[in-house]
């Protein structure tokens, strides 16, 4: 029983060295203001307690009280490695809601910059869970590398790295740079090579494999109790992909996989990551090669007032099913913002997975979730 | 074989180790990226070239839209038409940059500047800048800049570039290379140099250079990306001294960056000094308008009721 924090751990008596371990919430392997309370025996775990809360700014509360323009500000701010797909699925909701148009051109700018942030977040993922498997730095220096090219196009087309507030409803905010579409084509064409580099550095290595596999093994049958979506989802055998399942946008036009592996555990997710880097190469090139000229945003009435009711828009973000619940009241501002946030929902199923292992797997096994404590505290 | 994939690894990180030329990091305070002139830093009042007017009209828009409620405007009538601006402060403690008082602006009076360096040792003073501060001249590269990150308003960019709008006076006045088809597009208009302010003549090679080459490429993979002086800063740079008190243009360079970021806007009669320090916005809008009128400079203050 912890007094201070209000938290309880069921104590088995008849373990009678058991010792209770806060990791976190300042724990560089906790990738932000996370704390597990973990109860060992030795060195085993016997008891998972997450704690979440400590990067919580009441985002839902604050996009009630702004306008639905203003909001889109705060959609940045959950998921800050992935901001595009939070922009496209707030903007998918008021696009619901209101009955807004988008242009042809913008639903293909939406494509590129969301596939090229899931390429971003995908590399921030894989290194960083190659830090917390004992990789120390080096995956992540060659993922962050290539990442901050993704961040200079998004410089080109929002004038800004993190944070763009790129995709508004109906459309996006700017046009495209010429460069822009010049400097993605290079980009994509030597992406694949580099997606090669991180696997030379991790898939291969037997140090690697010997702390992933088998390790956090998530069966199919919890993973959808526990609506597990995402890469994790897709690791463990089900082949659930929002873009594939109810394609929105237009990605029902272009030819790629949705990569599954049946193995469920640490390392599968992190191939399922490395898989679907690929894949949204794969559909990069193929926006580029036919990006129509047009406008970038539909008729829209200066100041937003979309009809009374409710609206859920849901999309496949890089980690997991990001959805947007608003519902309008017939002012400016939403009477009511909430997020479905798929790093939040995939962490609760961390205790199942985490008890039997070791604390040196729990840091492993957290680290295959790709948590961003943005979205999970929002 | 067992190890064979930790080998695999070692080789490239060898590899990596053993080939000189592909550096990707730049050592910042010595070497800048040159930004896009769109980069979204810290919003800035455009002032028209030829009056030296802030085209704002104190319609309160920006402050309207702003997410965090950093603008804070303050107007009265004015006997001849319209609204006087008495104050316009920006707080950049709580400013998240993110361009909805650009897009809201009406009478293309705001742009976001590529400002990013703002320590400072305290938060109340020193991160809040008054209108004086804030001035950037109307050169067509920020008027561009501005169309480019106001992005979807497709009417007003078509009104300006006809040349018919009064805001569009500076540029219809430049008669060189109005950004027409590309006028969303910053940095593809090659500089006029002769309606530059101060320092970034025609006859400024790096000047010439940095608007010829437009933006740069993302990245940054070559490490020999130094900083030259940028359409940008020599714009940033003008709005301190940029009525007409020119300064030598050797002294500028180097410093352009830093003066832009530590104070209101480089050097000159309404720069940013440092027995500011420690003063609110409003006293040194006091000091400004009175260096202001000792400089000659009658247009730069606020113009009284």
């Known amino acids: ?378 | 074989m067992f190890g064979l994939g930790v080998a695999q690894g070692m080789f490239t990180t060898l590899k990596h180790f053993f080939s000189l030329n592909n550096v990707v990091t730049v050592q910042y305070p010595e070497q800048r990226i040159e930004l896009p002139p769109w980069t979204r830093g810290r919003p800035r009042l455009i002032y028209d070239l030829d009056s030296g007017d802030l085209r704002c009209t104190a319609c309160g828009a920006c402050a309207l839209a702003c997410p965090v409620d950093v603008i804070k405007i303050e107007q009265h009538p004015s006997p001849v038409k319209g609204k006087v601006l008495d104050r316009f402060d920006l707080d950049m403690g709580g400013c998240i940059e993110c361009a909805l008082c650009v897009e809201a602006c009406p009478f293309r009076a705001i742009v976001m500047a590529p400002d990013f360096e703002f320590g400072t040792y305290d938060r109340e003073q020193s991160l809040v800048f008054n209108m004086h501060e804030l001035r950037i001249a109307g050169t067509p590269e920020v008027d561009s800049a501005m169309e480019y990150i106001q992005g979807v308003k497709r009417g007003l960019a078509g009104q300006a570039k006809a040349g018919g709008a009064a805001a569009g006076g500076a540029r219809a006045g430049a008669g060189a290379a109005p950004p027409a088809a590309g006028a969303t597009r910053a940095g593809a208009a090659p500089a006029p140099g002769d309606r530059q302010p101060v320092g970034a003549t025609a006859g400024d090679p790096a000047k010439a250079a940095g608007a010829a080459s437009g933006p740069r490429r993302p990245g940054g993979a070559t490490g020999a990306t130094t900083k030259a002086p940028g359409a940008v800063d020599e714009v940033a740079d003008a709005s301190g001294g940029g009525d007409g008190t020119p300064e030598p243009a050797a002294a500028r360079p180097a410093a352009s960056t830093a003066s832009a970021a530590a104070g209101g806007g480089g050097s000159g009669p309404l720069a940013r000094t440092d027995d500011m320090a420690g003063l609110s916005a409003a006293d040194r809008a006091k000091i400004y308008k009175e260096r202001a009128a000792a400089a000659g400079l009658g247009k730069a203050a606020p113009k009284e009721g």
């Open chain 1, 1 to 378: 029983m912890f007094e201070g924090a209000g938290i309880e751990i069921v104590e088995n008596p008849e373990l009678a060295d058991e010792m209770t371990l806060n990791m976190g919430p300042q724990h560089p392997s906790t990738h932000g203001v996370f704390r597990l309370i973990l109860q060992l025996e030795g060195e085993t775990v016997v008891g998972v307690r997450p704690v979440m809360g400590y990067l919580h700014r009441s985002t839902e509360k604050l996009g009630e009280a702004r306008t639905y323009v203003q909001a889109v500000t705060l959609t940045d701010r959950m998921d800050y490695l992935a901001p595009m797909t939070n922009n496209w699925a707030y903007a998918l909701a008021v696009e619901k809601l209101a009955g807004l148009e988008v242009p042809e051109r913008a639903e293909y700018i939406r494509v590129i910059v969301s596939e090229l942030g899931r390429i971003a977040s995908h590399q921030v993922a894989i290194g960083t869970f190659g830090a917390d498997a004992g990789t120390w730095f080096t995956p992540l220096v060659y993922a962050f590398r290539e990442r901050e090219e993704i961040l200079d196009l998004f410089m080109l087309c929002a004038g800004v790295r993190m944070n763009p507030s790129y995709i508004r409803f109906g459309g996006v905010a700017r046009d495209l740079q010429p460069e822009f579409v010049e400097h993605a084509r290079r980009f994509i064409d030597k992406m694949p090579r580099k997606i090669d580099e991180y696997e030379s550095l991790l898939t291969n290595n037997e140090i690697f494999q010997g702390r992933t596999k088998g390790i956090g093994l998530l069966p199919p049958e919890l993973a959808k109790a526990y609506s597990v979506t995402g890469p994790i989802a897709r690791a463990s055998g089900i082949p659930y992909d929002v873009r594939r399942a109810e394609p929105y946008g237009i990605y029902d036009r272009f030819d790629w996989e949705v990569p599954v592996r049946f193995g469920g555990d640490a390392y599968d997710r992190y191939m399922v990551r490395i898989a679907e880097m690929r894949e949204s190469v794969e559909i990069v090139r193929q926006v580029l090669a036919d990006l129509p000229e047009g406008d970038i945003r539909g008729k829209m009435p200066k100041i937003v007032r979309p009809p009374k009711g409710e609206a859920y828009a849901r999309l496949e973000g890089p980690k997991g099913e990001l959805g947007f619940y608003l519902i309008s009241d017939g002012s400016t501002s939403p009477y009511r913002f909430k997020v479905r946030a798929p790093s939040f929902i995939n962490l609760n199923v961390l205790g199942e997975l985490t008890i039997g292992h070791k604390v040196a797997d729990a840091v492993v096994i957290l680290g295959s979730f790709d948590i961003v404590m943005g979205e999970v505290d929002r």
